[in-house]
């Protein structure tokens, strides 16, 4: 593995902004490089046991009482992961709960798994979750610093934008574990979340960049910007350049706010 420094380079080079920055990671002075971290073990990969049309299986609708009553993320995941409030539940390899730090300051909320993330029941572990990770670390954080979890939880068929039926079956899900790690500051990842959290209709290009705020635990700050999967396939300069914006302006205001 690279130094931190070099990682810290590739970060910003990924991110079109290398050269623009200092090349000592400067500019988050009081923020070293992050440290090469242990890669989780990769779980081992499950097969799909259902056919193409995905056929209703045994499982628990978690009621409103349960989700709230949960007092820890281990408890909210123990009681959803066999959810099958919507269609979804009955087409996953695996439910995708989310993960990092039980108190993150900042958190990051994406769409839904796709097909890497339901063989491993781990968020944002394909293509764009290589991005999302370089993401965070060039703005001095580890994965394992902030948490990851996304609107639904399980794979919507060929990566379809969920409905907003399965959506709204998920959403108590996501607003308990914002309650759980009360992070002081929320990422959302392209225009999903952003409508699902929030019910904000625009355009992803228009919005991003713009805080927006959580009516939750008195206020969370969101910080809209683009999905990394989007920035893998408008791998521009001005994509890349905005992402970085829109990072920096959110680790800037956990700085100026610790929790
Ligand atoms: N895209 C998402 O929105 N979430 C993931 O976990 C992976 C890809």
């Known amino acids: 593995m690279s130094d931190p420094l070099q990682q810290w380079r590739d970060a910003l080079q990924d991110l079109g902004v290398a050269g623009l920055v200092p090349e000592s990671g400067a500019i988050f002075s009081e923020v070293p490089p992050p440290a090469p971290q242990p890669v989780p073990p990769a779980p081992a990969p499950a097969t799909r046991s259902l056919m193409n049309s995905p056929v209703p299986k045994a499982g ?63 968020p944002f572990v394909g293509r764009a979750g290589e991005l999302l990770d370089k993401m965070i670390g060039a703005i001095g954080f580890t994965r394992q610093d902030v948490y990851i979890a996304n609107i639904v939880k399980c794979r919507p068929p060929d990566n379809r934008t969920p409905t907003p039926e399965e959506s709204r079956k998920c959403l108590p899900y996501v607003r308990r574990q ?9 990422v959302t990842l392209g225009a ?10 625009t355009g992803i290009t228009r919005i991003r960049g713009r805080w927006h705020q959580l009516d939750m ?43």
């Open 217 to 259: 635990l008195g206020g969370i700050p969101v910080m809209p910007t683009f999905h990394p999967a989007y920035v893998l396939r408008q791998y521009t300069q001005d994509v890349r350049r905005a992402v970085w914006e829109d990072l920096k302006a959110a680790r800037a205001w956990l700085d100026q706010h610790p929790k």
């Open 60 to 122: 628990s609708i978690p009621s409103q009482e349960s989700v709230s009553a949960a007092q820890s993320l281990d408890d909210l995941r123990t009681c959803t992961q066999d959810c099958q409030a919507c269609p979804l539940g009955a087409g996953r390899i695996k439910f995708v709960f989310g993960e990092g730090s039980p108190t993150a300051q900042m958190m990051f909320i994406g769409e839904g798994p796709g097909r890497d993330e339901d063989l491993q029941g781990r």
């Open 192 to 201: 999903t979340p952003l409508r699902e959290l929030l019910g904000v209709q």
């Open 178 to 186: 914002i309650e759980l790690v009360r992070p002081g500051v929320i």
